[in-house]
């Protein structure tokens, strides 16, 4: 493999390991506990900023070209942890004020406005973080005290991003499949029913929020440390709707389908586009790909809702039998009616 | 309000009351949905509300549930006043509401449908994400035992890996139905529990609620179909205009000239 390939190849998986944990992170929120966030990339991008100023040192520093809040030079791995607290903390803002009011299309327009004031606030605001310019010469984690070649810490960046990945995975797998997924699908599919079955829904909905966006936040910062620069360019809207079209794709709900799906939409998509000949004026290609990528989410919603990898049927182990013997807890006054198995008559209607 | 008997006055509850509904009032846009009701669910019987269409019915089980809030009035349950609760609250006393229509999580398999239901599950405390599945097993099976127990009482057993989104309209009623058992409740709130659901099916879900309350359960119904009403029902409150006009046994509200002119013709 030539140096070149090498290269490429180490900046795709770091892209792709970035990828996977955003669409996990969106996926907790919109595929499981249906949460319209069209907030998101502002939660990857507070990560990310947070992870470039507990870095980079005080702004007089590099000739003071740049102006920023904080300053300060934290060893690794705190500014990628710091990132999640962080996004995670304005997570819970956020949701204190949007989860426990609105619903569905609300929702989503009150999240897409903060998402454009957001933007607008950090672009304007010069002494936040650098304003339309942005950060940049974030140094790279461990780049000094490892002392490796450009290549190898491109590779050692992969292990790095890999062991992120894996981590989360392992909190994102305990959500999904437990209990507490259960009870965040259950609201997903129809809160007041939930409610009524005694889940409190707000509280569940906030907590995957402030979850998914701490998981966005480190994907910020893992992204922010990787490419050394981070501005408002890099965060506008749209690229929630490239997440979202990715988990759409992929299998909405699906920890493996959304995956897939950040494998075949941010990445490979994106960079299947590098490869085509120039055509048109000069940005023709880069602006048909956001039609492209918004028509690959509609068709699939269309014709394949469920995406290529559909969320998992939970079948529970045929081992665990229904309890023998008569109804438990007959007559109990002012007791909890624990209703079992009794006789009854047959009453199976068929399924249209 | 034109009271037939004795355990139906305003505000002079019997101690059997496992619900007391007073004075409600509840207006959507300056219009009275619900105005001045009063009434009772006594322990251990079905008690219905009935009333013609737009008669309020709905709003008050939605107060009763906690869903919509009361312009004034209170609810108190067990002897208390849960008028401020949240739904959940209220579900976690006990109170389990059902829907007037389809309300089953159309993604969950109809077994996962009745496990959510369950209280108390140490598996959705978020310090799951610590100690992971070993904190949640045993009870969860548990859980899976007793709704299969369920799902066989109920003969759904065949269904129960299916998607609850793909069942047929009776089959969702009877969901919601063992859901709603699920909760352990101690009164579950019946919103037309057979609505659009086939007259075979619809007579064993009446089946399966007289067995119910046969076992301790208490129900307050809402339900059009006053045959039924008459069969299940020992105590029934009429609504009209958001109001209880008249409480009684079926017998005697089917003699009640205002039933009968608010409800029964008109």
């Known amino acids: 493999m030539s140096h070149a390939v090498s290269f490429y190849l180490s900046t795709i998986l770091v892209y792709l390991g970035v990828d996977i944990l955003s669409c996990w992170s969106l996926n907790l929120q919109y595929g499981v506990a249906g949460i319209y966030n069209f907030a998101w990339v502002a939660f990857q991008a507070i990560g990310a900023y947070t992870a470039g100023v507990l870095t980079l040192g005080p702004s007089s520093g590099n000739g003071g070209f740049q102006q920023y809040i904080i300053g300060a030079s934290l060893p690794f791995p705190v500014p990628i942890l710091a990132a999640g607290a962080v996004s995670g903390a304005l997570a819970l803002v956020v949701g204190l004020v949007t989860l426990r009011r609105l619903r569905t299309d609300y929702q989503a327009m009150v999240m897409l406005v903060i998402s454009v004031i957001a933007t607008l606030v950090v672009t304007n605001v010069i002494g936040l973080f650098n304003g339309p310019a942005g950060i940049s010469l974030i140094p790279q984690p461990l780049e000094s005290t490892l002392n490796l070649s450009p290549l190898g810490y491109q590779w050692f960046y992969v292990l790095l991003t890999a062991a992120f990945t894996a981590f989360v995975y392992v909190f994102v797998h305990r959500i999904t499949s437990s209990p507490l997924g259960r009870a965040l699908r259950a609201t997903r599919d129809h809160e007041d029913a939930a409610q009524a079955l005694g889940k409190d829904t707000v509280k569940l909905k906030l907590f995957v929020f402030v979850f998914g966006n701490a998981i966005a936040g480190i994907s910020g910062a893992l992204l922010v440390m990787f490419i050394g620069a981070w501005s408002p360019g890099s965060w506008m809207y749209v690229e929630t709707l490239v997440v979202l079209t990715a988990i759409i794709v992929g299998g909405t709900g699906n920890d493996f389908g959304v995956m897939l799906g950040a494998m075949l939409v941010p990445v490979a998509f994106n960079e299947a586009t590098r490869f085509l000949p120039p ?11 956001w039609i492209v990528i918004g028509l690959l989410g509609l068709g699939f919603l269309w014709f394949w809702p469920r995406g290529i990898v ?41 399924t249209p | 309000m034109t009271s037939l008997s004795a355990a139906a006055v305003p505000l002079e509850h019997a101690p059997a009351d496992l619900l007391i509904v007073e004075d409600l009032r509840r207006d959507f846009g300056g219009v009275w949905a619900v105005d001045g009701a009063t009434f009772s669910v006594r322990q251990g019987v079905i008690t219905s509300l009935i009333g013609p269409n737009g008669a309020g019915k709905s709003t008050v089980v939605g107060i009763v549930g906690g ?41 969950l398999t109809v077994l996962e449908n009745l496990v959510v239901a369950a209280p108390a599950q140490r598996g959705e405390r978020f310090r799951t994400l610590l100690y992971g599945k070993r904190s949640w097993r045993t009870q969860e099976e548990e859980i899976v035992a007793r709704a299969r127990g369920l799902l066989e009482r109920f003969s759904m057993t065949e269904k129960q890996d299916e998607y609850a989104g793909t069942l047929s309209g009776g089959q969702k009623r009877l969901v919601e139905l063992m859901r709603a058992l699920m909760a352990e409740p101690k009164l579950v709130l019946l919103d037309e529990p057979m609505a659009g659901v086939n007259p075979t099916l619809a007579r064993s879900i009446e089946g399966y609620l007289t067995e119910l309350v046969a076992e301790g359960l208490t129900m307050l119904l809402v339900e059009h179909e006053l045959d039924v009403v008459e069969r299940l029902c020992e105590s029934v409150a009429v609504m009209a205009q958001g109001k209880i006009i008249a409480t009684g046994t079926m017998a005697e509200l089917r003699k009640h000239p205002e039933v009968i002119n608010a409800y029964l013709v008109g």
């Open chain 1, 310 to 350: 559909p969320e998992r049927r939970r079948r529970f182990p045929s081992r665990i039998a229904a309890p023998l013997g008569p109804p438990v807890d007959r007559r109990r006054p002012l007791g909890r009616a624990r209703v079992g198995a009794s006789a009854s008559s047959p009453i199976a209607e068929p």
């Open chain 2, 67 to 107: 869903a919509t809030r009361p312009a004034s009035g209170r609810v108190v349950f067990e002897g208390r006043d849960i008028t401020g609760l949240a739904p959940h609250e209220r579900a976690a006393l006990g109170l389990v509401r059902t829907y007037q229509l389809s309300s089953e999580f159309k993604k």
């Open chain 1, 279 to 289: 055509i048109g004026r000069p940005g023709l290609i880069d602006a048909l790909q």
